[in-house]
């Protein structure tokens, strides 16, 4: 099985490239923070302190979640509801991202990401997809841009659906979120070595696209 790992920051346009780029390569694609989101939007339903280690470890654990492909796109199933709608929600962005501190949360997640990657070909994006998920991807990208052009992306992507906001605020809230998932103990967002860097502060889709068509075409 072939598999493409992207890793990356907030909003630096993974699920956007990784989409495009697994349609054209007829692959599966494979959205690691959906996952997280599942979980964390399950601890909000349930009302418990995030910072509680334990009890949100334990409902993680026994929730009901389940990942599925409809006509190629990926639908999150909590307790037999579809919640790929509300997991976008900008509260549960941040409930995810403390959620998936915890190393049992992970250890679920992680198993599941795995068996997908060995059943399908897969683009995978994330945090820890090179350095944990799939340590023998075939291409592995890291891709980054600026806070405030992430911010700016985020912003326009939350006004488009109606939802109200501040763009100082989807700022802060990056930043922050940056810093969780960079300075957390158990898999945080690192660049492996074997990683190649694409900077997307100044290109357009079709560039970050094309770009990594052609490196994994040079790596066939
Ligand atoms: O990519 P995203 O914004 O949908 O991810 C939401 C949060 O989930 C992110 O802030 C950190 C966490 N996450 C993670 O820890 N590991 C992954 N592979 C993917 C996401």
Do not use: W
Not at 29 to 38: E, K, Q, S, V
Not at 51 to 58: F, H, L, M, R, T
Not at 170 to 177: N, T
């Amino acid at each position: 099985m072939k598999q493409i790992a992207i890793d990356g920051p907030a909003g630096a346009g993974k699920s956007t490239i990784a989409k495009e780029v697994s349609k054209i390569l007829g692959f599966v694609y494979i959205d690691t923070g959906a996952m997280y989101r599942t979980m964390g939007l399950a601890c909000l339903k349930a009302g418990i302190d995030l910072a509680d280690e334990d009890k949100v470890s334990d409902i993680c654990d026994r929730a009901d979640i389940d990942v599925r492909y409809i006509e190629g796109v990926q639908h999150m199933f909590l307790e037999g509801e579809d919640v790929s709608t509300d997991i976008r929600k900008n509260e549960v962005s941040m409930a995810a991202s403390n959620v998936s501190k915890y190393q049992r949360v992970r250890t679920r997640l992680v198993k599941l990401q795995q068996e997908l990657a060995e059943r399908y070909n897969v683009v995978m994006d994330g945090r820890d997809i090179a350095s944990k998920v799939l340590p023998n991807a075939d291409l592995k990208i890291y891709l980054t841009a600026s806070v405030e052009c992430r911010a700016l992306r985020r912003y326009k992507e939350l006004i488009e659906k109606g939802e109200e906001c501040e763009l100082a605020a989807i700022e802060k809230e990056i930043a922050e979120r940056d810093h969780n998932d960079m300075t957390r103990a158990n898999s945080p967002l690192v660049k492996v070595d074997e990683a190649i860097e694409v900077d997307t502060s100044d290109m357009t889709i079709a560039e970050v696209v094309d770009r990594i068509l052609e490196l994994f075409g040079e790596l066939e």
